[in-house]
T-cell receptor, first 113, second 115 residues
Framework: DAGITQSPRHKVTETGTPVTLRCHQTENHRYMYWYRQDPGHGLRLIHYSYGVKDTDKGEVSDGYSVSRSKTEDFLLTLESATSSQTSVYFC????????????FGSGTQLSVL | QQQVKQSPQSLIVQKGGISIINCAYENTAFDYFPWYQQFPGKGPALLIAIRPDVSEKKEGRFTISFNKSAKQFSLHIMDSQPGDSATYFCAANGMTTDSWGKFQFGAGTQVVVTP
């Protein structure tokens, strides 16, 4: 697999504080994604990247920013955390071609109090 | 708006039974339809996928049926086992200007297989 590592695995923070979640891949995939998972909503795309310094918004991007300075690293920042951003966050990397596949990390459980 | 609608939200099936999960999509430019399986505390993992040039794809006990004209596809789990208890997500992706690479996911179906 693509060796997707997310950090931290769990985080508790306070409203109004900035938070950065990290995603690291080992397979040099061009495309990377950040999703949030909430009951009843499935996986909703926050931001994605199609190359170094190339990013675009997903359907729930408000309050989030991303950066990708290296192929292997994709950072998600909550600029000023709110309770509505309490969620499980998943990073994914995409293998393209005939055997197209998203490889997901194990997720980050974020609680904003 | 949710471009992929999945049902049911949950289902309970006895061991040996058939689990059926349905998805409907809106964007006719979608050309790749995967199903992902997720166990508690883990990230989703690809289970099986289909492209619209075929109407059915089978891998072991898992089958995708695809109906292009109805814009629907479904996952059938034959001979369901307790180890199949998980959450299943359908997804769609396609090469359009507004959906390219974005992988739209359904809301998920929690499947419980009873012994």
């Amino acid at each position: 697999d693509a060796g997707i590592t997310q950090s931290p695995r769990h985080k508790v923070t306070e409203t109004g504080t900035p938070v950065t979640l990290r995603c690291h891949q080992t397979e040099n995939h061009r495309y990377m994604y950040w999703y949030r998972q909430d009951p009843g909503h499935g996986l909703r795309l926050i931001h994605y990247s199609y190359g170094v310094k190339d990013t675009d918004k997903g359907e729930v991007s408000d309050g989030y920013s991303v950066s990708r300075s290296k192929t292997e690293d994709f950072l998600l920042t909550l600029e000023s955390a709110t309770s509505s951003q309490t969620s499980v966050y998943f990073c994914a990397a995409r293998r393209t071609g005939d055997n197209e596949k998203l490889f997901f990390g194990s997720g980050t459980q974020l609680s904003v109090l | 708006q949710q471009q992929v609608k999945q049902s049911p939200q949950s289902l309970i099936v006895q061991k040996g039974g058939i689990s059926i999960i349905n998805c409907a999509y809106e964007n006719t430019a979608f050309d790749y339809f995967p199903w992902y399986q997720q166990f508690p505390g883990k990230g989703p993992a690809l289970l099986i996928a289909i492209r619209p040039d075929v109407s059915e794809k089978k891998e072991g006990r898992f089958t995708i049926s695809f109906n292009k004209s109805a814009k629907q596809f479904s996952l059938h789990i034959m001979d369901s086992q307790p180890g199949d208890s998980a959450t299943y997500f359908c997804a769609a992706n396609g090469m359009t200007t507004d959906s390219w690479g974005k992988f739209q996911f359904g809301a998920g179906t929690q499947v419980v297989v009873t012994p």
